[in-house]
């Protein structure tokens, strides 16, 4: 992975979507790479490389909301509960990460596509 390359990339950038496939309620091993590789000199250099930018999670789940539900608490979702770890490692680089956008497989025949485009827009 070129680190140098990934920070010029960050660096110029306005606001940062990431998007990734929910794997047994965690991250695809190549995103869990990058956190490592760019991620982790942001954060031990105290970098402010991504200081108030805005960092959007577009999410594909298996199943459906329900699928996630057992996974609630008394105030929050399933996903965001998974997501607290993602959003941790952000915040701790002090971006301003927004709640995550989910597209659940149950949705397949009927994309959410404009909700989507808009998402990615204004997060």
Do not use: C
Not at 2 to 25: C, G, M, N
Not at 39 to 48: F, K, N, Q, V
């Amino acid at each position: 992975m070129d680190t140098k390359a990934e920070h010029a990339r960050l660096k110029s950038a306005e606001k940062i979507l990431v998007q990734f496939p929910i794997f047994w309620y965690s991250t695809p091993s190549i995103f869990k790479e990058w956190q490592d590789e760019v991620l982790t000199p942001i954060y031990e250099e105290r970098s402010a490389l991504l200081r108030d930018k805005k960092v959007g999670f577009v999410l594909t789940a298996g199943g459906s909301v329900s699928d996630f539900s057992e996974l609630d608490s008394a105030s929050e979702s399933g996903i965001e509960r998974m997501m607290f770890p993602l959003n941790v490692s952000f915040e701790g680089v002090e971006a301003k990460v927004a709640k995550p956008f989910v597209i659940f497989s149950a949705n397949a025949q009927n994309l959410p596509l404009q909700e989507y485009l808009n998402y990615a827009k204004n997060f």
